[in-house]
C-alpha cells in the first residue's frame, strides 16, 4: 500500500491551498492532487516548475517532498527502470511478456497512472488515437493475471475492468456501438472478479449510459437501477454522485418527475462534499457539481421541460473546464437540441455552431448524434436566419471530414 506524503500535504496547507484550490490553480483534478499526497501518483514533470512555485519550494525542495514516497524506491535493482517508467507503454509490454515470476504490485500502480493520463488525453484530443494504447494495456494486464497472487489478481481484474470500460467509451465516441457494448460486458465480468462495489457500480452505470445513448430505454433504466443496488457499498463519494445522477435518468425516462429530480439533487449533493482517500481509482472524476448540473438540463429535457434544460445549461456551460474540451462539445449538442424544442432559434444555432467545432476536432461521432437530433427538429422551422447554413453544415462536414 502506498504511503501517505505527509510534507508535500502540509507545504500546501501553508501555501493557503486546499486541495481544490492547488488543483484549480494547475489545471488538474483535485482527485490528481490527493493522489500525489496519499502516494499513489506523481505529478507530470512539465508540473514541477508551477508546482515549486504555488508552495513557494525550490525545485530541490520540491524534489524532495515528492521523493519522500517513492514506490520505486524499494524496488530489486533489474525493476527499478521498469517501475519509474510510468507513463511508458512499451514497459509493461516488457513486464507482460516476462513469462516467470511474481507479478510485483506496484506495476499496478503503474497501469493506474497511465490510465489517468489516457483519460486526460482522450478529452482533450478524442478517441482515435488512444484506443490502440488502451486496448494494448488490457492484453498487458490479461497476461499478468496467470501470475499474479490471488489478493494482486484480484487489483489486476479492477483495472482491467476500468481499461474495457475505458475502451467502451472510446468506441463509444467513434460510432462504434457493438465494438462498445462488448468492451462493456468484458468489464464487467472483470469487476466482478475484482469485486469492488465502486468498480462494479461504475461500470453498470456507464453500461446504463451507453444503452440511454442508443435510445434502448428499458435497457437504460434497468442498468441505472442495477448500479444504484451498490449504493450503500459504494466508498467513493463520487461514484456514488454518479449513480444517482443517472439514476435520474432512468426515473425521467420511466415518468417519474419526483423520483428524477430527488435523484438528481441527491448527486449534486454528494458532487460537492470533500473527498476521502478510499478511491484508488480517481473514478468518476468528472462528476463534479458543473458536470452533475448539466445532467439535471438533460433530465429536465427528458421530462419535457426545454426552457428550464436550457437556463440549466446556460448556467454552467459558459465556465465549462477546459480539461473537458470533448464533453463541452456533446453538452452544446444537448443544449441545442433543448433550444430547437423550446423554439429558440438564435440559442439552437450558436450552441449547434460551437458543438460541431468541437465534434469536428475531437471526431466524437457521439456529438454528431446529438446535432442530428437537433437537425431533425429545425428542418420543420422553415427559413430563419442561420438555421439553413447549420442544417447544411451537420448534413455535410461531420461525414466529410471521417471519409477514409
Known sequence: MAERR???????????????????????????????????????PYLWPKLAELLDRTPAELRGLLGRVDRAQHAPAHDHADVQSHAHTGTLSQIAEQPTGPVDPRVIDTFIDLREALVAADSLLGPGN??????????????????????TRGRLFEVGALYAEFCGWLADDLGKVEDGKAWSRRALEWAHSGGSADVTGYVLMRMSQQAQLVGDRAQASTLAYSAMRYDTSVKSVLVRASLHQQAAHACALDGDEGAAL????????LSGRELDERDPYSLSVHCTPVYVTV??????????????????????????PPDFHREKGLHLARRTL???????????????TAALDIALGTRSRRTMRELAKSAAHMRTWGPVAGVEEFLEAVATKGEAEWVH
Open 6 to 44: 505527509v510534507e508535500l500535504a502540509d507545504a500546501r496547507r501553508m501555501a493557503g491551498y486546499t486541495q481544490e484550490g492547488l488543483a484549480e490553480a494547475l489545471h488538474v483534478e483535485r482527485t490528481t492532487v490527493q493522489r500525489w499526497e496519499s502516494g499513489h501518483s506523481r505529478p507530470q
Open 338 to 352: 433543448a433550444a430547437a424544442r423550446a423554439g429558440v432559434p438564435d440559442a439552437a444555432v450558436e450552441s449547434g
Open 262 to 269: 430527488s435523484n438528481i439533487d441527491a448527486a449534486y449533493d
Open 130 to 151: 488512444l484506443v490502440h494504447s488502451a486496448a494494448e494495456q488490457i492484453a498487458n494486464l490479461s497476461r499478468l493475471v496467470s501470475r499474479a497472487d490471488p489478493a
Open 295 to 320: 445532467q439535471r438540463a438533460a433530465v429536465l429535457g427528458t421530462l419535457g421541460d426545454h426552457l428550464r434544460a436550457l437556463e440549466e445549461y446556460d448556467r454552467v456551460l459558459a465556465d465549462w
